[in-house]
């Protein structure tokens, strides 16, 4: 179908995952680590403003990238369906999810919101772990290279133990579909 919700859902399925976490932290991952490898942390250090203000601000900033990106990603997504002669469909159209006694059906708009929830939500655990990595390693290519594998190596080994799938594991988050 072309229609722009099922267009949605199919492109947050693919972008919106543990992949695009993945590519958020390669392109955006480096931005307190290269503040400190090339000394400019230095010079706002100096200025009167307390620390933790410009952690948080490199954060808020980082994070104000990623809804611009998403914001992006769905005017694409809107649009992209219709130049193709689709149609705009309706997101109230019904989405089979399993339950833990079996089947229930949510809307797409309902699953489309979801989703963005979970993948904002672990899009801030992965820049935590970054700012916390860069001011542990301080090399750009080390940390991101330690986060990546934090990242993956978390995600699979909460996918292959069962003690680890519960909702205090911050990398349970990382499986949208079925948490969804």
Known sequence: SISTPNFMKTSS????????????????????????ENQTIKTLYTQPIRKWRIILVKFVSIMVAVLF????????????????????GSFSY????????????????????????????????????????????QNRFNTLISVL?????????????EILQTAMNPFYYFRFGELI
């Open 149 to 161: 594998l934090m990242l993956s190596g978390g995600v699979i080994v909460t996918n292959q133990s």
């Open 69 to 88: 990106a998403l914001v992006v990603f769905i005017v694409a997504c809107i649009l992209i369906p219709f130049a193709f002669g689709g149609q705009a």
């Open 94 to 137: 019904p989405q089979l999810v399993l339950a833990p006694d079996g089947f229930t059906y949510i809307s797409i708009g309902d699953y489309l919101i979801q989703h963005v929830v979970l993948f904002i939500g672990t899009i801030i655990f992965s820049f935590s772990l970054v700012l916390l990595s860069s001011f542990l390693i």
């Open 13 to 36: 399925t693919l972008f919106l995952s543990l992949y695009g976490v993945l590519i958020f932290v390669l392109l955006l991952g480096d931005q307190m680590t290269m503040e400190i």
